[in-house]
């Protein structure tokens, strides 16, 4: 039996999908770009200037296109991560602006040698099934910074990734380099290595680069991942149910252009809602409230047969700290019970704006222990005790059973050093604290990375790509990149 986390009761759920069309139908939705509004209207919508109206009709035909399932592959084209079902796994957090320096214990600009820093520890450890454009690169051109990033993790890791482009005429390089690392567009197609979020504007407004995006994604056959964010109380009704209302109604608006575009596209319901704190006026993603939204949105996709991704694992704190760890690792859980595909957010703190490597390594401890908890308990073999009792003998011995022998590994998950379990240090020694001993532990996986093994037309295929994008921008030298 495997635990499962759902927050909307059968009837609210049907409330929230009917007012969700309902929306769409008679509020309707703002598009701005020409080319999609065309397309919108030649499928049955109506324009009145930039709002368009979509009948049930047709998001019903695009939802029926949509796929249920579809994967993401590795270097080596094995698949790596599915979108579907009840499939659970984690990446690091995307696009953070500041890096936690260990040493100060102070956030400063990221530069692109610590994205590689982040994916050389990501691509060692087994929590995270992806990868993900982490940071923002300040030591290269911003024009060219979507691309650059994207660079960094093909680089330096075999995993898939979860990226975005955030410009309408950044999407096409961006799809070039990727062609280039996988063997060109049919092999892309075919076993697509990176996702896209591509996020609506709360409320319900598509903006142009966002809805072209999801276009030119769908034709590539390059999956999009539709991350609507609304803020309970800002951006968005304050209530919870009327929050996961709209983002039903964008993540609609969305599915209806992508499929539109390309039916059968791989598309996934996506999620960063979060609420709007009254008081700090922030939007805390460490928030049980937060969570709650994720788990709700969640649902709602499930419900349409849709693959689920959400924004959690994040923390408010602006240190790696007691509060970093607990509103981190109650929404892995929170995350797991729910059964969301993809969940993002791990190594954030300070509501998005800042990561931390010794973060994502702690994190990587309480998603380990989500996972094992998705597991469930299982009877092994014919009996649940009798026989453990019958191999104990009349003491009770069960250390020495060969039942526990042959059965512990199984039943207990064993974390690393990084969390303590051992014997109490003597008296003179200074306990280490958790951060200190992720501190160590991502020393150590820093020695033991390995960098990946690029075939040399390919690396000068993805270089040429990246000089002559960012030569137009003043990008001087490839920061992060070896010469091959």
Known sequence: MRPRLELLDAPLLQRVLDEAFALLRDRGVRITAPRVLELLRAAGAEASGDVVRLPESL???????????????????????????????????????????????????????????????????????????????????????????????????????????????????????LAAASGGSAALRAKPRAIFDVCPSPPLHWSDFAALNLVDLAAAGVPAEIISVPMAGATAPVTLA?????????????????????????????????????????????AIETAMLAVACAQVGKALGLPTHAYLVASDSRLVDAQAGMESAVSATLGALAGINMISGAGMLDSLACHSVEKLVIDAEAIASAQRLLAGIEARGDTLATAAFAQAGPAGDFLRAAETRALFRSEQHFPSAVIERGVPPSEAATPADTFARAAARVTELLAEYKQPELPSEMAAAMRAIVEREGARHGLTGLPGIAHR
């Open 59 to 177: 998001i019903r035909k695009s939802l029926a296109t949509a796929p249920h399932e579809f994967f993401l592959y590795d270097r080596a084209g094995r698949p790596a991560v599915r979108y579907g079902g009840d499939a659970v796994h984690f990446d690091p957090g995307s696009s953070c602006l500041n890096i936690l320096d260990a040493a100060t214990g102070r956030p400063r600009p990221a530069l692109a040698a610590d994205l590689v820093r982040l994916v050389q520890v990501a691509e060692a450890l087994p929590q995270y099934a992806a990868q993900a454009t982490a940071l923002v690169c300040n030591d290269v051109p911003s024009e060219v910074g979507d691309l650059y990033r994207l660079l960094l993790v093909l680089w330096h890791a075999d995993k898939p990734v979860v990226t975005g482009a955030f410009s309408a005429a950044g999407l096409a390089p961006m799809l070039e380099l």
């Open 242 to 286: 009327g929050a996961v209302t709209q983002h039903a109604a964008e993540c609609l608006a969305g599915i209806a252009i992508h499929q539109c575009a390309s039916p059968g596209a791989p598309v996934v319901w996506g999620t960063a809602a979060a609420i709007f704190e009254m008081r700090a006026g922030i939007a805390p993603f460490g």
